[in-house]
């Protein structure tokens, strides 16, 4: 169970000051992993077993998921939105615990927003990767979350880095996470080719997601992408009926 | 992990990896069984259950074969399979591939599960690293290929899936039935085709 969370904040005589909250109220209670068997409250927590993905082309990124949120077997949200803002030009993307990855998500989102401040300029890529992996290895006991970090910044342009659950943190041109990736790793094997152009990362990431969706239980509903550029952001959907279809 | 497609030839194939534990024990092993003349098996699972009901479906095929004084049919012998499989279901842990070609029905290809479960397919993969292709195979499959496309489509898939499963590798079996004959085509681990990543 997490026990304390430190809160960079400033107190009023300017020296950094750090709170250990007891509470898990603040940034929502991280549940426990694995409940004892029998024990009633383990029914079913929500989980975003989930297919996401992200590519790097030249000049930016494309991100994409599914929008299917589990309760057990019943869809406790089918058009959930899976690609979290972090910062303006730096997205997230989650699979595993929904309460978890959200509590991870805002308060990178918090720290980020600070960081940026005291730099007066837009945060790096590579910063939140290196925020998110800070905090799921820290708590790796406690967390299920595998997150897929991207954006772009103005040192290395677009960037992919991925933080599977554990808290290791690399970065790849093309990564995929969730349940629903391992259908799609020979497809992402055989298609990805370097140098693709905006329009053919979103061709592919969409193919492959509808390709997860399709064998994957946990994974379906719509295709949420987004297109993550220095000129700014362009989301899309892709809905059930829209999906690319393959002939088997 | 084994692929397999049903047209007008059906290449079977699989990788040849087997494993005591951890340790592997043997890099060339050919996975691909024959229960009769044009019928062929892939094995998954515990080779040493999956090599006993092998040979006992080999026997009460041939059996059956001089009974009805023809070649038995795919079907009949993915039954037999399916029987010896569920009726013993807890004991044993193998899954196969029976595919094969006769003159009722031509080439076909069937799904005997480790439950016991037959199903007929167009084509069909398994074994543990056929989840990492089930996408890719998706994707690329297309009724009525060619011999060569089969041939092609085939080494591609197991040559990714032996790319991300650490239990899957070797060498590649296929053998390529048809209504002429058996064709058994092995490609060694070098030979396989690169992907960007290599």
């Known amino acids: ?248 | 992990e084994i692929p397999q497609h049903s047209l007008p030839v059906i290449p079977d194939s699989t990788t040849s990896l087997a494993l005591s534990g951890s340790y592997v024990s043997n890099k060339m092993i050919n996975k691909l069984i024959q229960v009769h003349d044009k019928i062929f098996c892939c094995i998954a699972g515990s080779l040493a259950d999956a090599q006993a009901v092998t040979k006992m479906a080999k026997f009460q095929l041939s059996f059956h074969s001089i009974q009805m004084e023809a070649p038995p049919l795919v079907k009949a012998a993915a039954s037999v399979l399916k029987e010896l499989c569920y009726n013993n279901r807890e004991e044993l842990q193998a899954g196969f591939i029976t595919a094969g070609w006769d003159r009722k029905r031509g080439p076909q290809v069937y799904t005997v599960s480790m439950g016991g479960m037959l199903i007929s397919q167009p084509f069909t993969i398994g074994g543990s690293g056929s989840t990492f292709i089930y996408g890719y195979a998706d994707a690329k499959f297309k009724p009525d290929m060619s011999r060569e496309e089969c041939l092609q489509f085939t080494t591609n898939a197991l040559t990714l899936a032996i790319g991300r499963d650490n239990v899957s590798g070797g060498v590649v079996h296929m053998v390529v039935i048809t209504e002429d004959g058996v064709e058994h085509v092995v490609v060694p681990g070098d030979k396989l085709p690169k992907f960007h990543d290599e």
């Not at chain 1, 969370?5 to 007891?22: E, I, M, S």
């Not at chain 1, 990178?108 to 925020?131: C, K, M, R």
Request: charged share 20%; net charge neutral.
């Open chain 1, 1 to 248: 169970m997490l026990k304390c969370f430190t809160d960079n904040r400033f107190n009023t005589h300017g020296q950094r000051l750090t709170v250990h909250f007891d509470s898990p109220n603040l940034y929502g209670a991280v549940p426990e992993v694995s409940p004892a068997k029998g024990d009633p409250s383990s029914a079913h927590r929500p989980i975003n077993t989930t297919t996401i993905m992200a590519v790097e082309f030249d000049g930016g990124v494309v991100i994409g998921a599914d929008s299917r949120t589990t309760t057990g077997a019943y869809i406790a949200n089918r058009v959930t939105d899976k690609l979290t803002k972090v910062h303006e030009r730096i997205f997230c993307c989650r699979s595993g615990s929904a309460a978890d990855t959200q509590a991870i998500a805002e308060a990178v989102s918090y720290q980020l927003g600070f960081h940026s401040i005291e730099l007066d300029e837009p945060p790096l890529v590579q910063t939140a990767a290196n925020l998110f992996k800070q905090m799921c290895y820290r708590y790796r006991e406690e967390l299920m979350a595998g997150i897929i970090v991207a954006g772009w910044d103005k040192r290395k342009g677009g960037q992919v880095y991925t933080v599977p659950m554990g808290g290791m943190l690399v970065r790849q041109p093309v990564s995929v996470g969730g349940s629903g990736s391992s259908y799609i790793y020979g497809f992402i094997d055989s298609n990805y080719k370097t140098g693709m152009t905006k329009e053919e990362c979103l061709r592919f990431t969409a193919d492959a997601l509808a390709l997860a969706m399709e064998r994957d239980g946990s994974s379906g509903g719509v295709v949420r992408l987004a297109a993550i550029t220095e000129a700014g952001l362009e989301r899309s959907v892709i809905l059930g009926n829209q999906l690319p279809s393959f002939s088997a």
